[in-house]
């Protein structure tokens, strides 16, 4: 086998282990386009089906009424520091000797190159009154490769140099996960001399249906002379079984609304308390090695205990949970169909997360045009910011609403979407 083919091929082992896994954001999918389309926020004016993931007070606050929504969808993906942007500007053509170097040198800048997405799909969403009911499954992967890796693809294995040369996967990393949740929210609206005022709550319970977690462990590909020592172990499901249930526990989301004229306040704590962890007994350990020297030729990728695994690598795993959340947020209706909000939003902890981990924004939503309802919205992020914007057109009691986002920072360049079919609120 040509030595190109070798190594090209070691590596893209690697990289299909962490694009195939099956790969969440606050437990609860944001099932609501009209969320999406502020950017978030709304912890101060979410009602309906918008409140059971944002804030569970929204349902006892006046106009949230009867909503359902059919599988709301979001979409989320992000390459980054060579994004997708940059494949595409380059689509159908052979890549130059400035662009390999342009490329390369980003990645050695960001220390590698990353990917992720993300899927959120809710199979129900149903708000009725005080009382709202969410079944959602989160979807996310992300795949981290060295600058050494990226070498490779873009020269092969003799380099940027055109002479053979030594290949580290040194911070090469995939995580995947898919969480199916179900959650039940209640809002008590609160007597109040000078407003409306409202607390709520979300319970939630969660099942982890597969987890992969991968990270390299000194893997090294040499060039001169041509060895590829490959230690990639990754901790999953087993091959055999059909078994969804790898992880498990509840949670408890609390939150508070109050309007005083045209200004609303909010403020909410998601996961307050949350027992999710995944179950080791129902995972297993696969080494991923493979050694090529040009005498020997061996791999290793069978199923063992996952007392076997690497520490870092069973760390990862207990590591993948869902963190509390603290939401604060204003509102200001600037007018019967205008409506502005900011938010504050802070995550304690790197736990499973799609959302930043810091976020300060706001945005704005107008109902002035009676089938079209318009909605844009900012934040400043960990490490960037995030732009959003959609529309519904509203017909009668049926919604039909999209939005769209991108976002630069601490989870990588991403493009976001969401769709939605509603029925009975906005």
């Not at 007994?281 to 040009?294: A, E, I, Q, W």
């Not at 981990?357 to 960037?384: N, P, S, Y």
Request: a negative charge; aromatic letters at 6%; proline letters at 4%.
């Amino acid at each position: 086998m040509p030595t190109n083919n070798i190594i090209r091929g070691t590596i893209g082992f690697v990289m299909c282990a962490g694009l195939i896994a099956p790969a969440a954001s606050a437990q609860l999918a944001n099932a609501s386009a009209t969320t999406f389309g502020v950017a978030g926020n709304a912890t101060a004016t979410a009602r309906g089906i918008a409140a059971i993931s944002v804030n569970p007070a929204g349902l006892g606050m006046p106009g949230s009424g009867f909503t359902l929504s059919f599988l709301p969808l979001e979409l989320r993906s992000g390459i980054d520091p060579i994004t997708l942007k940059d494949l595409k500007d380059v689509q159908g053509e052979v890549l130059t000797p400035a662009m390999k170097e342009d490329w390369l040198t980003r990645a050695e800048a960001a220390g590698g190159q990353s990917g992720a997405v993300g899927v959120d799909i809710s199979a129900l969403a149903l708000s009725m009154g005080k009382f709202g009911l969410q079944l959602s499954t989160l979807v996310g992967a992300d795949l981290n490769v060295s600058p050494d890796v990226l070498e490779v693809l873009l020269y092969g294995n003799a380099g940027r140099t055109g002479s053979a040369t030594d290949i580290s996967l040194a911070g090469s990393t995939a995580t995947g996960y898919v969480v199916t949740t179900g959650g039940v929210s209640v809002g008590f609206p609160l007597s109040s001399a000078s407003g409306s005022m409202a607390v709520g709550g979300t319970l939630k319970y969660s099942v982890g249906n597969a987890v992969l977690a991968g990270k390299d462990q000194g893997g090294r590909i040499t060039g001169n002379p041509v060895k590829v020592d490959l230690r990639f172990p990754v901790i999953m499901p087993p091959e055999e079984g059909d078994e969804f249930n790898h992880g498990s526990g509840i949670g408890v989301d609390l939150g508070f609304q109050a309007t005083r004229g045209k200004v609303s306040f909010g403020g909410a704590v998601l996961n307050a308390f949350n027992t999710f962890k995944w179950k080791t007994d129902k995972l297993v350990y696969r080494p991923l090695t493979v050694l090529f020297d040009g005498d020997n030729n061996e791999s290793d990728s069978d199923e063992q205990p996952i007392s076997g695994a690497p520490a870092d690598l069973k760390l990862v795993i207990e590591d993948m949970k869902f963190d509390p959340i603290l939401s604060l947020g204003v509102g200001y209706d600037v007018s019967d169909v205008f409506t502005v909000s900011a938010d504050f939003r802070n995550r304690f902890g790197d736990g499973m997360a799609v959302t930043p981990k810091l976020h300060l924004g706001a945005g704005a939503e107008f109902r002035g045009l009676k089938v079209l309802h318009l909605r844009a919205g900012a934040a400043i992020i960990t490490d960037g910011m995030e732009l959003a914007g959609g529309a519904s057109l509203v017909l009668g009691p049926v919604s039909l609403s999209a939005a769209g986002g991108l976002r630069k920072g601490d989870l990588a360049d991403t493009s976001m979407a969401q769709f939605g079919l509603s029925f009975g609120g906005r």
